[in-house]
């Protein structure tokens, strides 16, 4: 028998996923059971740490006007991944090569995805909701789309601090 090309996740880890807050930590839930949490490193930083059971990683602004980002693994300190933004869409290209897109739709961006080159959604989530979308296709390394959605979910609260700073100083004149 050949395997579905895309299957949500694995069998232990299928169903409708969520993010909760607890004080200042995000948690991406599946039912009750925790997958793992997304935090601001401090109140002034605008990095962010992911902790699950497939690794702790740290979310770094890079570039200029911090438009860029990093993820690094916690454990080793190498850079998995670097974000190129252009515009409310961008490319999140890993170190092993795996390359995908990240595009906002809607006024005020609400909608959010990342897709693969070809354009296979991996996942999806709204910033009017908590519901989480995880696709895992076929090839793609074990936990890559629960890193994709901490990632995104970091992004999403980025993009929004970034406009709530604009609006003030757009105020203030």
């Not at 401090?42 to 993820?71: C, N, P, V």
């Not at 090839?139 to 601090?161: T, Y």
Request: charged share 20%.
């Amino acid at each position: 028998m050949i395997p579905n090309s895309s299957t949500v996740l694995s069998a232990t880890l299928s169903g409708e996923f969520r993010w909760f807050c607890n004080k200042n930590i995000q948690q991406l839930k599946l039912g009750d059971q925790v997958v793992g949490s997304l935090r601001k490193t401090s109140f002034w930083s605008s990095d962010f740490q992911a902790e699950s059971t497939y690794g702790s990683w740290k979310f770094s602004r890079r570039g200029m006007l911090g438009t860029g980002a990093e993820i690094l693994d916690m454990a080793t300190n190498q850079c998995v991944a670097a974000f190129k933004s252009n515009w409310g869409r961008g490319m999140l290209i890993f170190a092993d090569g795996e390359t995908f897109q990240i595009n906002s739709k809607g006024y005020w961006r609400p909608f959010w995805s990342v897709r693969t080159l070809d354009g296979h959604l991996v996942v999806s989530m709204s910033s009017w909701d908590s519901g989480v979308e995880l696709i895992r296709r076929a090839g793609m390394v074990e936990g890559r789309s629960v890193l994709l959605a901490f990632f995104l979910k970091s992004h999403m609260q980025q993009i929004a601090e970034d406009d709530g700073t604009m609006a003030a100083m757009l105020a203030a004149t």
